[in-house]
């Protein structure tokens, strides 16, 4: 697949060929869905509680005898049928993550890459930084490829300056090549990615498919 490599200022430098094995696959539904839904499931915190009848403060005693008041029967004050009592199959603190194959996850990274690069939403520019830190020069450069629009960049490099840059940019995501993320890349309507990130791709996900050989 042939893509347009832009500068910074918008401009079209070159073309780059990328990775049909990476940018090039039919686009798994199934997949994508199941990565997300594996995302967002590590993602809960899994701290809900509520006190059943044995951990409300309470008397055990009954309100009133059991017979001869012509009420119904109670039994003490901490029942769940009661005002302040416990509550039955409440939630409780529990862990919702859980693994999918690695080769699914793959697939779904490679086939949302796909997805983005076949509908014209992945942009590739030439490799840059914010040297300043400064988030008005990152906007700046943006400006060029997104309108206030969720996006994306892709990194090919742990790279703090852009980082840094962009923190105050609600609407702004990053991602490093060898640790994406399957929600953020498929919700991106703009994701843009950087020259050597999209060759270093291509080699770590041929890399992983030989290991795992």
């Given at each position: 697949?042939?893509?347009k490599?832009?500068?910074?200022?918008?401009?079209?430098?070159?073309?780059?060929?990328?990775?049909?094995?990476?940018?090039?696959?039919?686009?798994?539904e199934?997949?994508?869905?199941?990565?997300?839904?594996?995302?967002?499931?590590?993602?809960?915190?899994?701290?809900?509680c509520?006190?059943?009848?044995?951990?409300?403060?309470?008397?055990?005693?009954?309100?009133?005898?059991?017979?001869?008041?012509?009420?119904?029967?109670?039994?003490?004050?901490?029942?769940?049928?009661?005002?302040?009592?416990?509550?039955?199959?409440?939630?409780?603190?529990?862990?919702?993550?859980?693994?999918?194959?690695?080769?699914?996850?793959?697939?779904?990274?490679?086939?949302?890459?796909?997805?983005?690069?076949?509908?014209?939403?992945?942009?590739?520019?030439?490799?840059?930084?914010?040297?300043?830190?400064?988030?008005?020069?990152?906007?700046?450069?943006?400006?060029?490829?997104?309108?206030?629009?969720?996006?994306?960049?892709?990194?090919?490099?742990d790279?703090?300056?852009?980082?840094?840059?962009?923190?105050?940019?609600?609407?702004l995501?990053?991602?490093?090549?060898?640790?994406?993320?399957?929600?953020?890349?498929?919700?991106?309507?703009?994701?843009?990615?950087?020259?050597?990130?999209?060759?270093?791709?291509?080699?770590?996900?041929?890399a992983?498919?030989?290991?795992?050989?």
């Amino acid at each position: 697949m042939e893509k347009k490599v832009y500068s910074v200022d918008g401009k079209e430098l070159r073309t780059i060929t990328l990775d049909d094995n990476v940018f090039g696959l039919p686009v798994n539904e199934d997949v994508i869905y199941y990565a997300i839904n594996n995302e967002l499931a590590n993602k809960r915190v899994g701290t809900a509680c509520t006190k059943t009848r044995a951990e409300v403060h309470g008397s055990n005693a009954k309100p009133y005898k059991q017979k001869g008041t012509g009420r119904a029967r109670r039994g003490d004050k901490k029942s769940p049928i009661t005002v302040g009592g416990g509550t039955i199959f409440g939630p409780k603190p529990r862990d919702f993550s859980y693994a999918i194959p690695k080769k699914a996850k793959r697939l779904a990274m490679k086939s949302i890459l796909s997805l983005q690069a076949q509908s014209d939403r992945l942009t590739v520019v030439e490799d840059f930084t914010v040297e300043s830190g400064k988030t008005k020069d990152l906007v700046k450069i943006l400006s060029n490829f997104a309108k206030d629009e969720r996006t994306v960049i892709i990194l090919k490099d742990d790279d703090a300056k852009i980082k840094q840059a962009g923190k105050n940019i609600p609407s702004l995501s990053f991602l490093s090549f060898n640790r994406l993320r399957a929600h953020d890349l498929f919700y991106g309507r703009k994701v843009i990615m950087l020259e050597t990130a999209a060759k270093n791709l291509s080699q770590f996900y041929n890399a992983e498919e030989k290991e795992a050989e």
